[in-house]
């Protein structure tokens, strides 16, 4: 069964940072791209970040290029998010999805519960 | 980047009825187009890739159909678990976008 488990949220100020964690489990991790994708209270869905399977290239939104950094150990089946600079903005809850690439289409098979970041003072 | 409207932006309907949700998308997306399925306090969950291919277990009641910039989601028989907000998202380049979400409910 296919696990996605993310930790590292809570209450952060502004200007703070945060790195969040995606323990996953239950597939072969090292072979599938991932995603950060967040969802401020009451609202849609916003797409962070992603990276390849083997961790050779990123890509960001535009509202985090620079603040934040994404990353993956494959010989711990864990994917990151550091969060710097952090904003009132970026209060949401945070979720990692799996990716499977297949026949070149993307799409998020898989996501872990959340966890909610709040950035206030 | 590319943005995703979906209408209605809700909806009410009854157990029985069948129901679509409609996406557009603000340039051609060809086929990369996926739905999603959220309740409340949970994790999406995901429904259907390439604008029409049903994720395995999804139940055959929901499809997909549409390419190019205008996509649908049909719910043939309206069941009471289908209550939700559901998204569209188009993977067709990045800054990957989702529609603003229609929240279905069961009247």
């Known amino acids: 069964e296919v696990q996605l488990v993310e930790s590292g949220g809570g209450l952060v100020q502004p200007g703070g940072s945060l790195r969040l964690s995606c323990a996953a489990s239950?597939?072969?991790?090292?072979?599938?791209?991932m995603h950060w994708v967040r969802q401020a209270p009451e609202k849609g869905l916003v797409w962070v970040s992603r990276i390849y399977s083997d961790g050779s290239k990123t890509t960001y939104a535009d509202s985090v290029k620079g603040r934040f950094t994404i990353s993956r150990d494959n010989a711990k089946n864990t994917l990151y998010l550091q969060m710097n600079s952090l904003r009132a903005e970026d209060t949401a809850v945070y979720y990692c999805?799996?990716?499977?690439?297949?026949?070149?289409?993307?799409?998020?098979?898989?996501w872990g519960q959340g966890t909610l970041v709040t950035v206030s003072s | 980047d590319i943005q995703m409207t979906q209408s209605p932006s809700s909806l009410s309907a009854s157990v029985g009825d069948r129901v679509t949700i409609t996406c557009r998308a603000s340039?051609?997306?060809?086929?990369?187009l996926n739905w999603y399925q959220q309740k409340p306090g949970k994790a999406p969950k995901f429904l259907i890739y390439a604008a029409s291919s049903l994720q395995s277990g999804v139940p055959s009641r929901f499809s997909g159909s549409g390419s190019g910039t205008d996509f649908t989601l049909t719910i043939s028989s309206l069941q009471p678990e289908d209550s939700a907000t559901y998204y569209c998202q188009q993977s067709h380049s990045t800054p990957y976008t989702f529609g603003q979400g229609t929240n279905l409910e069961i009247k």
């Open positions: 999805g799996r990716d499977p690439d297949y026949g070149g289409y993307s799409f998020f098979e898989d």
């Open positions: 239950g597939f072969t991790f090292s072979t599938y791209w």
């Open positions: 340039r051609t997306i060809n086929s990369y």
